[in-house]
């Protein structure tokens, strides 16, 4: 059995061989480790890699699952079951406004149907006492203010919508949708 | 002393008071906003009083809720922790014209310490050291160039009324002084409704040491030795020690003597940290003082086996500090890690969401003073400090292994924190041999990214979790409905 697990830009590639009774071997390339694995609880795995006992810990988040060993926690998206995770936010991020992280929208400074510069700031969010500004992605004309001031808001959501200027044309529609398909998640 | 103590704060400092409380036999009142329902601290209370939406200005900051949370339960003292009122010389006025005892210093202290320039002028006529710079407040730019002229360059602006670094402002040459200080200026006024600024020397490669004191209401004042908290990142502390690897017998003695000088000219009641800026020629300079008890105040209960908490509670309550400045020794060495909910591989910007799994370290000389638990949605509009991991051991060196260790061991799943990066600091040269400086993080963790020796450990735990079968739910509710040993044990005994 192949597994591909994706952490951050890259892929962990390697082969399980069940050998039963709670036993796997798996082969990174050409090195070969044997595994012996128990479930403990919901969120604790015990593992003998080789010899050595780990306890593992792991839980599922919105991000993927997550898994702490030795003081490290890793996010790890299974490859395989691919369409499960949105990857969308990676490519189309950056021509989308959105939040970084949850947070509240605290100011807003730009009106629908104004001209904005790239780069120009368009409304702040605050989470934990951090205030950030989120700013135009390429220069346009504000078609939509989604939010008010006072609302919580969370990464993917689409804040502003901004229309290119009409030269850019043929890029807007995209734009658009992908923008769009991350709003209604 | 007092029957019921409210407490006017949240998170893991809430849950700090209340231990002390209950061990003092003082009921403890717990005030929670709608997004703290199920929080810990309100959980742990005797009584918990929801006070309003989350949003602070509606809750934590609205005096006259919690005031009025103060009449409807009872309660005869109120304790602020940090943050939210604790500084807020308008709070503890109130209290001290409703006849609640505010468990801290008199509202007129909070008020002149609260601003940092009267703040100077007191140390300065007290005889504390204080950083070479202005002692009056100017707004035009013939009075900053000639406060510059004095100080030279690099100097640092500040604003009067500041914290968290706001309104802070280094600069390098004459040419940029007026529009950093304008600039400056603006930014404090937005930030704190007031834009006064003041320039003084900038002090670079410096530390930041601070010394706790207590002060009773009949004049006597002591020190609990220092705590260097140099490790910082956006102006605020991360890893806090004490003692100090900069200080030697007689500077700490020095430093210790300045703070009760300190505490003294400005009339202090109650625990408080004068901070200090040190030099790398072992030369100190008053900062400010903050008139709270401080985050990172266990380690100091750490080395002296004191209880800030209760001291600062019998001080309120007026009995007099049983306590000599002899009495007071420090015993080994204690290091404290912030552990905050933020993304240390995104410049530490918060990641606040639901906490899905939490397994705190334990073991010989380690505390952690925990706000959070397995479950809880950490809210976005509070501040992000989850708890703080504090470890005890006979030398540095040993509490730094113990930390490491503690960390280690430290699960928490579901949002990011600086875990990691923590451990990596720790195991540094530069911080295992002493040398923390306010740049630390600057210096030596610029280039930081996650340790990946583990992935390979992590995917192989990731391929197990999905091969090891999960209890299913569905036995959990029959465990629920069939009759369970404790209905059908008759007779037993231990």
Known sequence: ?185 | MFKKILIANRGEIAVRIMRTCREMGIAAVAVHSEADRHAPHALSADEAVPIGPAEPSQSYLNMDRIIAAVRQTGADAVHPGYGFLAENADFAERCEREGIVFIGPPARVIRQLGDKITARRIMHKGGVPIIPGMLEAADDPAAWAAAAAQTGFPLLIKASAGGGGKGMRIVERPADLAEACRAASREAAAAFGSGTIYLEKFLPRSRHVEIQILADGRGHTVHLLERECSIQRRHQKIIEETPSSALYPVLRAAMGQAAVAAARAAGYVNAGTVEFILDPEGRFYFLEVNTRLQVEHPITEMITGLDLVRRQIEIAAGRPLSLTQEEVCGRGHAIECRIYAEDPERDFMPSPGRIAYLREPAGPGVRNDCGVCAGFEVPVEYDPILSKLVVHAESRDLAIRRMIRALQSYVVLGVRTPIDFLLDVLASAPFRSGKTYTDFIATHMAEWAPDGQALELAALAHAADAMAPKARPAGRVAAETRPGPWHTLKHWRL
Request: aromatic share 4%; hydrophobic share 45%; no cysteine.
């Open chain 1, 1 to 185: 059995m192949d597994v591909r697990l994706r952490h951050k830009e890259n892929i962990i590639a390697f082969a399980v061989e069940p050998a039963g009774d709670g036993k796997f071997s798996a082969t990174f390339g050409d090195r070969r480790v044997d595994v012996a694995f128990e479930r403990i609880s919901e969120h604790q795995i015990r593992l003998s890699v080789d010899g050595r006992q780990t306890l593992a810990f792991v839980a599922e988040t919105p991000e993927g699952k997550s898994v702490m060993v030795d003081g490290r926690t890793f996010l790890l998206a299974d490859e395989r079951a691919a369409g499960t995770r949105p990857r969308a936010r990676s490519t189309d991020g950056p021509k989308a406004v959105t939040p970084p992280m949850p947070a509240v929208v605290t100011q807003i400074l730009v009106t629908e149907g104004g001209a904005v510069e790239k780069g120009q700031g368009l409304l702040v969010v605050s989470a934990m006492k951090m205030d950030t500004l989120l700013t135009a992605p390429f220069a346009g004309v504000v078609r939509r203010i989604n939010v008010a001031e006072g609302q919580k808001v969370a990464p993917g959501q689409v804040l502003v919508d901004i229309d290119p200027p009409a030269a850019d044309g043929v890029a807007a529609p995209a734009a658009d949708a992908a923008a769009n398909d991350q709003g209604d998640r």
